[in-house]
């Protein structure tokens, strides 16, 4: 097996230089949770605990936090069901112009967000709509519902028609077949493309900055204030997020795991 | 791991199918499978075709005359592109040369990593989802955050700047903060969880078979894997390369962040300044069509090139 690996020990290594350069940031962001924090908090100046205690002490945080969920949960709701129908009618229906709906869902993906948030806010400004929470609902659902198609598409084309052939056979409506059969078939490809939609919609700045108007997410609340420097309550809720999320994926991990030995 | 699939794997197995037949009662229920495109086709031409034609109209906008700032009036000013390309084409051409640095950055850094993860820790579920998990775990933190994270490491005073000062890597007085460097680092760590995930995904579907039979026909280790493992990967380089060099083309979070304002601007940063501290509507949109006009012919002649249309 030896003779197999290349580069023997060196691989490895480069690898985990990739790993400590990816993890280095996260690391930043944690320690400077800890931090006894003057009017910037880019120098360390000693241990506290203080802004771990008070998580909404800064003003604004929370309310971008609070912001951020709302956006984040809508838009992953309609973007992930839009989505889902989307995909299931581009793997399974035969149709003139499939290639054109195709291009469709690829060219937002290959879009710069620069371009989408400009596009959006151009659009805006000429209907003169008043730009907001629902300017960025609307933005994030645009740019989510892609990544939703091809997600859930991967899942679609892995599912067997016969399945519902079966089920049609035992005289089911295709209502009934695609709620009883197919749907639960799909759910966790759709349970990843929720939670992809939901963290492109979460972090995202650059659309959100375009269409929001006097709207705050946390991202926008965090680049907004480096100019004047970012209260560390800001790395404690980035923090808490990261450990909450690492939690959810672990835990996705070995249940599914537990699933398949079954 | 699910949320890696969606990412990663969704890329290829997404377009492999559509060439399938559909058949049962996908085929049959054909006009009822239609009927479901229908709202997500709607939202994508509401919001994302009409914009971008608004957009193509605003690129051709006129001033009006005597007007205030910020007021334009419906026109096919032509001149428009010209004028504005003659003004902005070096942030224009150090997007793309910034974005392409990055982007061979983030494969040599994420090639060895995807590697390790797929080949090298197969056959171990455990090791390969923790290197999963900390491959996905940025997407978990604030963006934003872990830029400025970057600005802290690549300070003057910090210990990255002094060593490679002692190490005589950089001058005595050089700096890394407030530099293109700093500006293509940054834009090589965000995106590099991009190129991992796909490279990841087609050197997992890799046969080691197909290694040993490289062996045992007396390929080096190195012959291998330039004659089987890296043609085999392809499909994962062109994804991973897609997905960092579109977003990195467009970001200007880290261009502002850990650039300087002279000679690190990227034009993201110039049609954000234009369109809110300047109201200069035209200027901004001119710049977006070209950005998206030139990704799109690059992109095509990249993936035509590659031989592999796998993406759409």
Known sequence: MSRLRLGGAVVPVFAALGFVFLLVPIAYTVLFSFNDAGKTNLVWRGFTLDAWRNPCGAPRVCSALVGSLQVGLLSTLVATALGTLLAVALVRARFRGRGAVNLLVFLPMATPEVVLGAALLSQFLSLRLPLGFGTVVVAHVMFCLSFVVVAVKARVATLDPALEQAAADLYATPWQAFWRVTFPLLLPGIGAAALLAFSLSFDDFIVTNFTSGGFTTFPKFVYVSATRGIPPQANVISSAMFVLALLVVVLVQIVSRSRRRR | ?312
């Open chain 2, 1 to 312: 791991m699910s949320v890696v699939a969606a990412l990663g794997r969704s890329t290829h197995a997404g377009g492999a199918t559509d060439g399938a037949t559909p058949t049962g009662p996908g085929a049959g229920s054909g006009r009822g499978a239609r009927r479901l495109l229908v709202p997500g086709v709607l939202y994508l031409v509401a919001f994302f075709v009409v914009p971008v034609g608004t957009l193509l109209a605003t690129s051709l906008y006129a001033p009006v005359p005597g007007g205030e700032l910020g007021q334009f009036a419906p026109a096919l000013r032509w001149q428009n592109y010209p004028e504005v390309l003659a003004q902005f084409w070096p942030q224009l051409v150090r997007s793309f040369g910034f974005a392409g640095v990055a982007t061979v950055a983030t494969l040599l850094v994420g090639y060895p990593m995807a590697y390790v993860i797929a080949v090298r820790a197969r056959g171990r579920p455990g090791l390969q989802g923790l290197l999963v998990v900390l491959v996905v775990a940025p997407f978990f933190t604030s963006f934003i955050l872990r830029t400025i994270a970057w600005k802290q490491v690549l300070a003057d005073d910090a210990a990255v700047v002094t060593a490679l000062r002692w190490l005589h890597v950089l001058p005595p007085d050089g700096r890394l903060s407030a530099a293109p460097a700093a500006v293509v680092i940054g834009l090589t760590y965000s995106f590099l969880p991009f190129m991992v995930l796909p490279l990841y995904a087609s050197l997992e579907r890799l046969d080691p078979r197909m290694l040993e039979a490289g062996a045992d026909l007396y390929a080096t280790p190195l012959t291998t894997f330039r004659t089987v493992t890296l043609p085999l990967s392809m499909p994962g380089v062109v994804a991973g390369t897609l997905l960092t060099f579109i977003p990195a083309v467009g970001d200007y979070v880290n261009s502002s962040l850990l650039g300087n304002n002279t000679t690190t601007v990227m034009i993201g940063q110039v049609i954000d300044a234009r369109f809110f501290r300047l109201l200069d509507y035209p200027t901004a949109a001119v710049l977006s069509v070209v950005l998206m006009g030139s990704i799109l012919v690059l992109v095509t002649a990249y993936v035509r090139r590659a031989g592999t249309e796998e993406l759409v």
